[in-house]
């Protein structure tokens, strides 16, 4: 490979497989919700232990209609961290309640218990843990909280497939957990998102507010079996997935322990790479959880370099690596600093971290070549910016 050949920072991986799917439901006649996504909703709860699925297109309306069915209303408040994606705290802005944002543990960028403990109150209706980069958060903690009080745990788990915790499967570690199928994902159906409970009430409110509030399985009104006639019990939304992107998913989520061990062999690369170097840390992922691998985050050590996190981007960038930041800690970003009045030092371990984190490139479909060339300026750029 030469050196001006550009390393993405993400590609989707898709094999023919995926191609010929689409195609058949394509000519099939039936593109939107039908079949495909029945089976997709039977095979990913299964795949994630869970007894109930309901398919979307998207993990942000996952989180919506999870924080909606368990009973998250205006004035309510929702604990989650600040280490993450606009999408988890916007949810519970949607039903005007309030995100009560809280800081993470240093060693793999979790949300911190005791920072989730300290933050409850008796307006709390549910915590939101985000499983970081594939790393299950403290599920045992966080319920041990949460149950007592009647608060609703919903996971964010948009890195987290597949990953267990203290040999449980993901799909099973909070009442609602709600995955996403984006196109840089673990395994991707373009846009798409899934909610997974055990919980039947909850499963048919979801159900019913992903398309219009509408009776239960109106998707089947165009069929030879279905009905006219429906009735609308809520103003609900319309958040389907369609059958061309579950016949997409269903190939990958049949290739995801194939795709999970690529991405573990280009971590372990990584990890052997930069984990002596002075000029940087490795995250940790704590023996009783196994790794999903949707991200590999490096933090620099000041100490150890004369550039910051941002001038090594620039660096990256100009030896044409993809890279991006996981996350700006949202307390940090306008809305949420001038709605609720957070200053960058309010979370000072997401600050921190945030300052010094840099996301390399890691994903299925990624190349040997690929995987050297990253380690390849990653090394040059420690040992000319070393101290
Ligand atoms: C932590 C987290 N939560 C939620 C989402 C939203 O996922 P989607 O794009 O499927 O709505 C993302 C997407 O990047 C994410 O990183």
Same mark, same amino acid.
């Given at each position: ?68 069915? %368990?009973? $998250? =209303?205006?004035? +309510?408040?929702? @604990?989650? /961290?600040?280490?993450?994606?606009? #999408?988890?705290?916007?949810?519970? !802005? ?7 944002? %809280?800081? $993470? =543990?240093?060693? +793999?960028?979790? @949300?911190? /218990?005791?920072?989730?403990?300290? #933050?409850?109150?008796?307006?709390? !209706? ?13 599920? +045992? ?247």
């Amino acid at each position: 490979m030469t050196s001006d050949t550009f390393v993405p920072f993400a590609l989707p991986d898709l094999s023919e497989g995926e191609i010929e799917a689409v195609v058949e439901v394509l000519r099939s006649g039936w593109i939107t919700t039908g079949p495909k996504v029945k089976e997709f909703e039977r095979r990913f709860g299964g795949a994630v232990g869970a007894g109930h699925c309901v398919a979307v297109n998207s993990c942000t309306a996952a989180l919506h209609l999870a924080l909606e069915a %368990v009973g $998250v =209303r205006a004035g +309510d408040e929702v @604990v989650l /961290p600040t280490l993450t994606f606009a #999408a988890s705290a916007e949810v519970v !802005r949607y039903l005007g309640a309030v995100p009560v944002l %809280v800081d $993470v =543990r240093p060693s +793999d960028h979790n @949300v911190d /218990p005791a920072a989730v403990e300290r #933050a409850l109150t008796p307006r709390t !209706r549910a915590i939101m843990p985000v499983h970081f980069a594939g790393v299950p958060a403290d599920m +045992d903690d966080i319920n041990a909280l949460a149950r007592p009080r009647g608060i609703a745990v919903v996971a964010d788990c948009a890195h987290a497939f597949p990953c267990q915790y203290r040999g449980r499967n993901v799909g099973t570690l909070a009442d609602v957990s709600c995955f996403s199928f984006y196109a840089t994902k673990t395994m991707t159906t373009g846009e798409g998102g899934a909610a997974v409970t055990e919980n039947p009430e909850w499963t048919a409110r979801m159900q019913v507010m992903a398309l219009h509030g509408i009776s239960r399985d109106a998707w089947k009104r165009y069929t030879a079996e279905g009905s006219w006639r429906y009735e609308i019990l809520a103003p609900g939304y319309k958040y389907n997935l369609t059958d061309i992107a579950a016949a997409m998913g269903l190939v990958q989520l049949a290739r995801a322990g194939e795709m999970l061990a690529r991405r573990a062999s280009v971590a372990a690369k990584y990890d052997d790479a930069f984990g002596r170097l002075d000029a940087f840390e490795l995250l940790g992922c704590p023996p009783d959880r196994t790794h999903a691998r949707h991200l590999y985050v490096l933090r620099l050590v000041p100490a150890a370099l004369r550039i910051g996190r941002d001038a090594f981007m620039d660096e990256l960038k100009r030896h044409r690596i993809g890279a991006s930041v996981h996350f700006i800690p949202l307390h940090q970003h306008p809305y949420y600093r001038d709605t609720f009045g957070y200053r960058p030092e309010s979370l000072p371990v997401a600050r921190e971290l945030f300052e010094r984190s840099v996301s390399l490139p890691l994903f299925s479909a990624m190349g040997d070549e690929q995987v050297d060339r990253v380690i390849e300026v990653v090394r040059a750029l420690a040992r000319t910016h070393g101290r």
